[in-house]
């Protein structure tokens, strides 16, 4: 009900205003038809429901500042009215800390886990708040508000009480004189045949398809058009036609027929709806007035451009018609000659003024343009971002309504009832153009970075090493380019395209669990596919049926009770199964499916922002509120408080619950956030859970579709308040957390649920299809189906050991240079080396090379010598490095049959393919290369492509060459090596190039 009176008001608001333009135009515009069809449109704008209501923030937080002495600590977080503050909190946001990962290897300690940004910024600016403290206030304070509420809700009710009895009074009474005149016109007579022609000539002269039906009355009212149940008529006073001569009678009549022609009579329904709705509105009874008068100046330009030379006969009909009434006359839902008040205008108008009656085609467009737009819109005024304020309150003592123990007790009843349970569900997931817009904001951040000076930025409250920057600088430039691909126009449709992330089968009793799950490639995720429910026993049916099916399942009765089948897919060759006592070793087990499971008895963590995990706590956690309502029904209001991760004494996390007792005490919405002493949201919201439906499946409820809405970072408001701000102002703005908005949403929905519904024996005991690779994770062996004794072991190759990202490159320990000459990596300083180790190709004969290696060994000739000639004159040295035991002739025959020679050297001997080779990565002996800018220190090697950053890196670079990624598994081996020869000289080329600028900058 409040969101119907909000849109009413706001359609009250805009149809107001726009009743003051049409008014100060009316000077302007000199066709009243324009005035007269703008006013019918505000009309419609009143009683017209809107479904474009953008909500419009009233008094937004940046007004209100809150002075906090009692905290001394100084956070990194960022300040939104600088460039540099503006990037120093992207950087510090969780979006870049898996970025940052490798810098471990610098420090002896490890790197901070990740969080959200939201978390983060308020986790640093708050401290653990004392509940016990504010206990007292707090329930005064919950009263106090109660009872405002209350009062509140009382005076709403009155007024929809009012309200809705005056339009029912309104619409009673204009349906009784709509009766009544029905009633007195069983008296009328037919016109006379001549009257009866000279309606229909007058009726094709306006081009009138249809000629209303022309009676006489004998009583003393004006002429009128009157239409009721589609059945239009033209009543006019007997009296008053004998007192007209013929002319008067054709513009009487015209009249009459220009109301019918202009669809006026559909203008007095408009007007009896809004009348019954808004009878209490000076708006709507001014503008019905102005709307009557216009209507009688088109009929009358009407009328002078049909019969011009009738001006004076027409202006002496109206003289007699309102002489005629003795007193002033509106019959409901009739349009008649006018009001006498206004006569003499319009003696005037038709006398001595040439106005037009019609629109021209422009207008037309124009006005309909103007309608699309505005007879949809109603925004809604909204409290800036806060949490969901419930409809009413009522002061309910806490005793009256039940226990922390009863409502707990009442959902874990409400759902175990439904156990054992089998069903299938799906995960939706949609972003928004919020998600858009923060990374937009994200990415203008980061192109900024080049410009920051190192000692203007803090990471962790420290200022980072020129290493740690400069690893930084490429981490963003990384992300920066990832975000450029996620913000093209195709990427940005897809994101905000609903998508199916998640589509789980799982059948549980509360001791045993099983689930099954498909394997999805990207491609079949978009296509939605089916997942297979067949039939698990015998196990047999596991490769016949879940080629790409994962299923788990949990028993006691099984040892061990873990079974793990991961079947056949394409990602795995030989192991295809596992077995284990540790429900944790297996990843993306747990389900946000509601349960009623007062704890995981598999000993898992509950997943976060589920109904499970708000509603399995201890009891002593929750605080029960009060009453209140919500979407109609009556709920009980729930708190939980815990500590927040940074333990500060003056915020807490809090969980809201909204229970319905009456369907099995589950919660139709859960927020949470970070609250002040007081408990008010201190940012906004982190996550919101909504129970979109409720199912009664065996005499229980059950909620088959949940929506979780995620919160992200609202930086760019942040930069705009901080903007219209004074210095001083911004400094205090930049202590308050930045506010949140709607990020990403998920959605969480059954497809199918069966109730008490038992599984068969063999399917929880997951028996595996014979020759089935297996791992015991309790013993760590592998095995096969079938046979008793483990796998033979295979050898675990030692770890190589590399030089690390941004170290010093170590000497170099040569048995002989090719050329004779004496030289080491201190001699290049000042010189960007790539140093290249070349092992395999000293395998073949260059004389007669195999078939399979030429064409491979060729585009390698190509893509060095490419290096070579394109960097041999820009200060970049090339080192070339072969394992022991090669000979010098080897080598020459190599550059003699690339086309270019180069600094080569032998390794000294050593067990594991050289002693520079192994202290470099370890003894590998294949085809590698190390950059060592002019400080001597490694800025490039092969262990830069570990983890996520060199995944980005490549696909950053296959992007640029236009290359995908996705189908080179399609590409024949020459085809493939071609494409990885193209990305590497494309990332080679952009380091070098790097460390030259580097270099000349300096």
């Known amino acids: 009900m409040p969101l119907l009176l909000n849109g009413m008001l706001s359609n009250i608001l805009i149809a107001g205003g726009l009743f003051a333009v049409v008014m100060l135009l009316r000077r302007w515009i000199k066709n009243p038809a324009v005035i007269h069809l703008l006013l019918v449109l505000i009309l419609v704008k009143l009683i017209m429901p809107a479904y474009w209501q953008p909500q419009i923030e009233l008094f937004p937080a940046e007004a209100v500042f809150v002075e906090d002495n009692s905290s001394t600590e100084q956070t990194d977080t960022l300040t939104n009215h600088s460039d540099k503050q503006e990037l120093l909190s992207v950087v510090e946001s969780s979006s870049l800390q898996q970025s940052r990962a490798p810098l471990k290897n610098l420090s002896e300690h490890p790197a901070e886990s990740d969080s959200t940004a939201q978390s983060k910024l308020i986790d640093l600016q708050n401290k653990q708040a004392d509940s016990s403290k504010h206990t007292a206030d707090s329930r005064w304070m919950t009263g106090f508000l109660s009872w405002n509420r209350l009062r509140e809700i009382s005076f709403l009710t009155a007024l929809i009480l009012t309200w809705g009895t005056g339009s029912i009074v309104c619409f009673l009474l204009s349906a009784i004189r709509i009766l009544r005149f029905q009633q007195r016109l069983r008296h009328t007579q037919p016109a006379s045949h001549d009257l009866i022609q000279q309606t229909s000539s007058l009726a094709a002269r306006i081009g009138l398809k249809s000629v209303p039906r022309v009676e006489l009355i004998s009583a003393n009212i004006s002429p009128l058009l009157w239409v009721f149940c589609i059945r239009a008529r033209i009543i006019l006073p007997a009296k008053l036609l004998a007192q007209l001569n013929q002319a008067e ?445 409720i199912k009664q499946v065996a005499n229980s409820y059950y909620p088959v579709k949940i929506k979780y809405q995620e919160y992200t970072l609202d930086y760019p408001t942040q930069q705009k308040r901080s903007d219209k701000l004074k210095p001083e102002e911004r400094a205090r703005l930049a202590q308050l957390p930045i506010p949140v908005i709607e990020g990403r949403c998920k959605t969480w929905e059954v497809v199918s649920i069966k109730a008490n519904q038992p599984i068969e024996p063999e399917t929880l005991a997951l028996q595996f299809p014979e020759g089935t690779v297996y791992e015991n994770k309790i013993d760590g062996q592998k095995y096969v189906t079938g046979k008793i004794h483990p796998l033979s072991p295979e050898p675990e190759p030692e770890p190589p050991e590399f030089v690390n990202f941004l170290e010093q490159a170590p000497p170099l320990q040569i048995q002989e240079w090719v050329d004779g000459n004496t030289r080491n990596l201190a001699d290049f300083r000042g010189k960007v080396v790539v140093l290249l180790f070349l092992g395999d190709v000293m395998h073949f004969d260059f004389e007669q090379i195999p078939a399979e290696n030429q064409q491979w060994l060729e585009m390698l000739k190509q893509t060095i010598k490419a290096f070579h000639t394109k960097y041999a004159e820009k200060e970049v040295v090339f080192l070339e490095l072969y394992p022991p035991g090669t000979s010098k002739e080897k080598i020459r025959a190599f550059h003699q049959f690339r086309g270019f020679e180069t600094h080569a050297a032998i390794d000294q001997s050593a067990p594991t393919g050289g002693v520079t080779n192994f202290q470099y990565h370890g003894g590998i002996l294949d085809l590698s290369f190390y950059l060592i800018d002019p400080d001597g220190r490694v800025i490039f090697c092969p262990r830069f492509w570990d983890g996520e950053l060199g995944e980005m890196y490549i696909q950053n670079a296959a992007d640029k060459l236009s290359i995908s990624l996705d189908s080179s598994e399609e590409l024949s081996p020459e085809e493939g090596a071609r494409v990885s020869l193209r990305i590497m000289e494309y990332i080679i080329s952009e380091q070098i190039d790097k460390a030259l600028a580097a270099k000349n900058s300096k």
């Not at 409809?391 to 874990?412: F, Q």
């Not at 596992?578 to 747990?590: T, V, Y």
Request: with cysteine.
């Open 249 to 693: 009678r054709e513009t009487l009549l015209l009249h009459e027929l220009a109301h019918y022609r202009r669809r006026d009579h559909w203008v007095r329904l408009l007007e009896l709806l809004a009348t019954g709705v808004y009878w209490w509105n000076p708006l709507l009874w001014w503008l019905r007035r102005e709307i009557r008068i216009t209507e009688e100046a088109c009929c009358d330009a009407w009328v002078i451009q049909t019969l011009p030379d009738l001006r004076r006969a027409y202006a002496e009909v109206l003289v007699k018609a309102m002489g005629f009434v003795s007193q002033s006359q509106q019959i409901t839902a009739a349009t008649g000659m006018g009001s006498q008040h206004f006569l003499e205008q319009r003696l005037k108008s038709i006398m001595c003024d040439s106005v037009r009656c019609r629109l021209s085609r422009p207008l037309k467009t124009g006005i309909a343009v103007l309608a699309l737009l505005l007879l949809p819109f109603a925004p809604i005024a909204v409290h800036s971002q806060t949490e969901t304020e419930t409809e009413s309150e009522t002061a309910v003592a806490i005793d009256t309504l039940p226990t922390v123990e009863e409502i707990l007790n009442g959902y874990h009843a409400n759902l175990q009832n439904l156990l054992p349970i089998e069903m299938t569900y799906r995960v939706l997931s949609q972003e928004n153009m919020n998600c858009i817009t923060r990374d937009q904001f994200e990415l203008e951040a980061i192109k900024r970075f080049p410009n920051l000076d190192r000692s203007e930025i803090t990471v962790d409250g420290k200022v980072p090493s020129e290493d740690e920057f400069r690893f930084m600088d490429i981490s963003l430039q990384l992300k920066q380019q990832q975000l450029e691909r996620q913000l093209t126009p195709e990427a940005i449709q897809e994101r905000l395209r609903e998508k199916v992330v998640e589509q789980r089968y799982f059948w549980t009793d509360g001791s045993s669990f099983h689930q099954r799950w498909p394997y999805w490639s990207d491609s079949e995720r978009q296509q939605n596919p089916k997942l297979d429910q067949g039939p698990v026993w015998p196990p047999e049916n596991l490769n016949q049926h879940y080629d790409s099916i994962k299923l788990i399942s949990w028993s006691k009765a099984n040892q061990p009770p873990l079974r793990h089948w991961f079947g056949r897919n394409k990602e795995r060759s030989s192991l295809q199964a596992s077995i284990g006592n540790q429900l944790k070793e297996i990843p993306s087990l747990h389900t946000s499916a509601p349960l009623g499971l007062k704890a995981y008895r598999w000993d898992e963590k509950l997943p976060t922002y589920s109904l499970d995990d708000s509603m399995s706590k201890d009891s002593d956690q929750y605080q029960i509120v009060g009453r209140s309502q919500m979407n109609g029904q009556s709920v009980i209001l729930v708190d939980s408080f815990s500590a927040y991760p940074q333990r500060s004494q003056e915020t807490r996390w809090r969980m809201r619950a909204w229970i319905d007792p009456s369907r099995g005490y589950l919660p139709l919405r859960i927020e949470w956030g970070v609250v002040d002493p007081s408990n008010k949201l201190i940012s906004g919201l982190s996550h919101h859970l909504e129970t979109l439906e």
